[in-house]
């Protein structure tokens, strides 16, 4: 069968199986036939009219109807593109998202503005946001904390693969671990910040992720909170946090900031316009408040 007849009959199916998650039928099948070939999407465009057959034929039909039954493409591959870096991914983490670039770009930009120092990303999952900003500025030092252990063991994995050495992981519950002096001049987190009742938890990729990663109390709005609320004990004054939250969410992280003692607050947009990103900087005079010390 030629490799174009073969992508077609794999578009129509993804297009109309039952289950009608599969919103991007024609990429699907050429990431999946891409990655039977060893192939880029554009040798394929060029070379449609090539024959496959044979073992890498019944792979790619075999994958194709993995992905007929919702299964996440990204597990297919076994790995997913992420501030062009190739990461692996896993049942037991988040697949990184687009949208969570945004919190990456944001820290950047904080990270250029106080020179080196000290990174910590909270429910670090695959390492994506600890190993993209470990990869963009070498001179820093990054911290990634998970409390599953198989994300440990895959971010750590990840780390070596892209031979990125200026960055740790370890297993702690948010802050739980760290020795209480540590301090860090920017904290980032992608939380879980799913309402357990929200209906998009039986939709697409997210009903194949670890809940764990996804669900908090207090609709969605509990980790955030808490981060909120602890990160103030290990920020540098001058220090920044940053969140992802759902784009529902900004107005409540922007006060739970505020009410906080952050300074600086305020709400990036992701690549769909929706507000993504809540951050804020805590100053020395915030310190001094928090620990009692203020006049």
Known sequence: ??????????????????????????????????????????????????????????????????REQGE??????????????????????????????TLVEQALQRMAVTGSGRVLDL????????????????????????????????????????DITNVCFEESDFFSSLNPSARFELIVSNPPYIDELDEHLGQGDVR???RSALVAEQSGLGD????????????????????EHGFQQGEPVRAALVDAGYQCVGTCRDLGGRERISLGQW?????????????
């Open 123 to 162: 429910g670090t999952g695959s390492g994506a946001i600890a190993l993209a900003l470990a990869s963009e500025r070498p001179d820093w030092h990054v911290t990634g904390l998970d409390i599953v252990p198989e994300a440990i063991t895959l971010a750590r994995r990840n780390a070596e693969m892209l």
């Open 208 to 210: 194949f992720e670890p």
């Open 283 to 295: 100053f020395e005079a915030s310190s001094e408040l928090l620990n009692g010390t203020g006049s």
């Open 224 to 243: 955030l909170l808490h981060l909120i609320d602890t990160a103030r004990t290990f920020l540098t004054p001058e220090g920044w946090l940053l969140l």
């Open 72 to 101: 996440p493409v990204a597990w297919l591959l076994g790995y997913r593109e992420f501030f062009g870096l190739r990461l692996a991914v896993s049942p037991h983490t988040l697949i990184p998202r687009p949208d969570t670039e």
């Open 1 to 66: 069968m030629r490799i174009d007849q073969a992508l077609s009959e794999a578009v129509t199916r993804l297009a109309h199986h039952a289950s009608g998650e599969t919103a991007t039928p024609h990429l699907d099948a050429q990431l999946l036939m891409a990655h039977v070939l060893g192939r880029s999407r554009t040798w394929l465009y060029t070379w449609g009219d090539r024959e496959i057959e044979g073992v890498e034929l019944e792979q790619f039909n075999n994958l194709v109807e993995r």
